[in-house]
């Protein structure tokens, strides 16, 4: 059974950290890209971060939106078959549900195939 399991968030102050875990089953995440997004209440859902699988041969390409580059890293446990989203110098507005999802590439929400059920993060003094 294909299962992707996101887990670290919480609540934590302004200017904090935390890393959020896509744990894969089912399957070899190596292979696949795998993207997180986040949604806000009231808002559409947004990729915040990206990184290439083998399948599409520029594995570990990464990418991230403006407003995140800086502060967050992606990065790939092949051990483990997990992704991580590591996130420093957290801001108010990064408050939101986080949801990793895969598929053969980075691409908008509506392309990926699998996903987590999210975990919420939460910045505020």
């Known amino acids: 059974q294909v299962q992707l399991v996101e887990s670290g968030g919480g609540l934590v102050q302004p200017g904090g950290s935390l890393r959020l875990s896509c744990a894969a089953s089912?399957?070899?995440?190596?292979?696949?890209?795998v993207a997180w997004f986040r949604q806000a209440p009231g808002k559409e859902r947004e990729g915040v971060s990206c990184?290439?699988?083998?399948?599409?041969?520029?594995?570990?390409?990464?990418s991230y939106t403006d407003s995140v580059k800086g502060r967050f890293t992606i990065s790939r446990d092949t051990t483990n078959n997990t992704v991580y989203l590591q996130m420093n110098s957290l801001k108010p507005v990064d408050t939101a549900v986080y949801y990793c999802?895969?598929?053969?590439?980075?691409?908008?929400?509506?392309?990926?195939?699998?996903w987590g059920r999210g975990t919420q993060v939460t910045v505020s003094s």
């Open positions: 999802a895969a598929d053969l590439a980075c691409g908008t929400y509506k392309q990926f195939a699998y």
């Open positions: 089912g399957f070899t995440l190596d292979y696949y890209a």
């Open positions: 990184i290439s699988g083998s399948i599409s041969g520029s594995r570990g390409t990464a």
